[in-house]
């Protein structure tokens, strides 16, 4: 894509640490995309710690800064809307509002959705509408998702476990309307010990990596890579090349976070790794 990428990105926002905005901006700063962030909370901290303050964004505030952007005359220039955790339905038809508006503009606009829900050992822990939000408005208006094997299994209301199982449910959430999904943590029962795994497809296209799997649990890590994965994509149009630096760049950062013993994900001391992912990880064609 010639020139710069440009995302709007819709998603929380906090102070302290990394996740939402927080986490996705920098990542895509130091690769070269502008980003224009637009927050649907201002809190502290994010809500793993159990207690935050600050500020839900209220809708209609949201669709102002939204609607402000658009009157700059600047929705042409957009190439993706991404989105994260919805906090409320109200949220989910304003970022609908917003894919219609920039789509309006530029055609070749795409909507890249992180359907945030859950995990396979956390369960669901948003509110019981948003994951029918998701399946029902939100994901049929995407063109790229980016959800993990569990939320991957809602949405389809199905059960991935092996490989032609992932792939079944990746087939079923594509004839929902996304063209491109990538599967954030796919936990083969019969992968060796200690790995994990990421799955991208378009149409007949799927590709899979494989990686250590690291002993942490990092809040924002998913952020980061649904942002990784829509940029490399954007830019390079190859499903193999985006999901090879995308892996690197956000083993790197866990592994950066996991040597320094901190809770939360070390993003400024591992910049060096979205600028230049390091070829350490081989795409293996599935089908």
Same mark, same amino acid.
């Given at each position: 894509?010639?020139?710069?990428?440009?995302?709007?990105?819709?998603?929380?926002?906090?102070?302290?640490?990394?996740?939402?905005?927080?986490?996705?901006?920098?990542?895509?700063?130091?690769?070269?995309?502008?980003?224009?962030?637009?927050?649907?909370?201002?809190?502290?901290?994010?809500?793993?710690?159990?207690?935050?303050?600050?500020?839900?964004?209220? #809708?209609?505030?949201? !669709? @102002?800064? /939204?609607?402000?952007?658009?009157?700059? =005359?600047?929705? $042409?220039?957009?190439?993706?809307?991404?989105?994260?955790?919805?906090?409320?339905?109200?949220?989910?038809?304003?970022?609908?509002?917003?894919?219609?508006?920039?789509?309006?503009?530029?055609?070749?606009?795409?909507?890249?959705?992180?359907?945030?829900?859950?995990?396979?050992?956390?369960?669901?822990?948003?509110?019981?509408?948003?994951?029918?939000?998701?399946?029902?408005?939100?994901?049929?208006?995407?063109?790229?998702?980016?959800?993990?094997?569990?939320?991957?299994?809602?949405?389809?209301?199905?059960?991935?476990?092996?490989?032609?199982?992932?792939?079944?449910?990746?087939?079923?959430?594509?004839?929902?309307?996304?063209?491109?999904?990538?599967?954030?943590?796919?936990?083969? #029962?019969?992968?060796? !010990? @200690?790995? /994990?795994?990421?799955?991208?497809?378009? =149409?007949?296209? $799927?590709?899979?990596?494989?990686?250590?799997?690291?002993?942490?649990?990092?809040?924002?890590?998913?952020?980061?890579?649904?942002?990784?994965?829509?940029?490399?994509?954007?830019?390079?149009?190859?499903?193999?090349?985006?999901?090879?630096?995308?892996?690197?760049?956000?083993?790197?950062?866990?592994?950066?976070?996991?040597?320094?013993?901190?809770?939360?994900?070390?993003?400024?001391?591992?910049?060096?790794?979205?600028?230049?992912?390091?070829?350490?990880?081989?795409?293996?064609?599935?089908?």
């Amino acid at each position: 894509m010639a020139g710069v990428t440009t995302i709007l990105s819709i998603q929380s926002a906090v102070a302290y640490g990394h996740v939402g905005n927080s986490a996705a901006v920098f990542p895509l700063q130091r690769l070269g995309v502008e980003v224009w962030p637009v927050n649907t909370v201002n809190f502290s901290n994010h809500t793993g710690y159990g207690q935050w303050r600050g500020p839900l964004m209220p #809708p209609g505030d949201v !669709a @102002d800064v /939204i609607t402000g952007v658009g009157e700059r =005359g600047a929705f $042409a220039e957009v190439d993706a809307v991404l989105s994260g955790y919805q906090g409320g339905e109200e949220i989910g038809g304003v970022i609908l509002d917003a894919v219609a508006a920039v789509k309006a503009e530029n055609p070749q606009a795409i909507y890249a959705c992180d359907p945030v829900m859950g995990n396979a050992k956390s369960g669901c822990f948003v509110a019981p509408s948003i994951p029918i939000l998701l399946r029902e408005r939100v994901v049929p208006q995407a063109d790229l998702i980016t959800p993990n094997q569990f939320e991957l299994g809602f949405l389809t209301e199905t059960e991935p476990e092996d490989l032609d199982s992932t792939l079944a449910s990746v087939d079923a959430v594509m004839a929902m309307g996304p063209s491109t999904v990538l599967v954030t943590s796919v936990l083969r #029962p019969d992968r060796p !010990a @200690d790995t /994990i795994e990421m799955l991208a497809a378009h =149409g007949d296209e $799927a590709w899979i990596v494989q990686t250590p799997h690291l002993p942490l649990k990092a809040n924002g890590s998913g952020d980061v890579t649904a942002a990784l994965f829509t940029a490399h994509y954007l830019q390079t149009g190859s499903l193999k090349d985006a999901l090879e630096r995308t892996v690197s760049a956000v083993f790197d950062l866990l592994s950066v976070t996991l040597e320094s013993g901190r809770r939360e994900l070390q993003l400024v001391q591992a910049q060096e790794v979205y600028a230049n992912p390091r070829p350490q990880f081989t795409a293996t064609t599935v089908r």
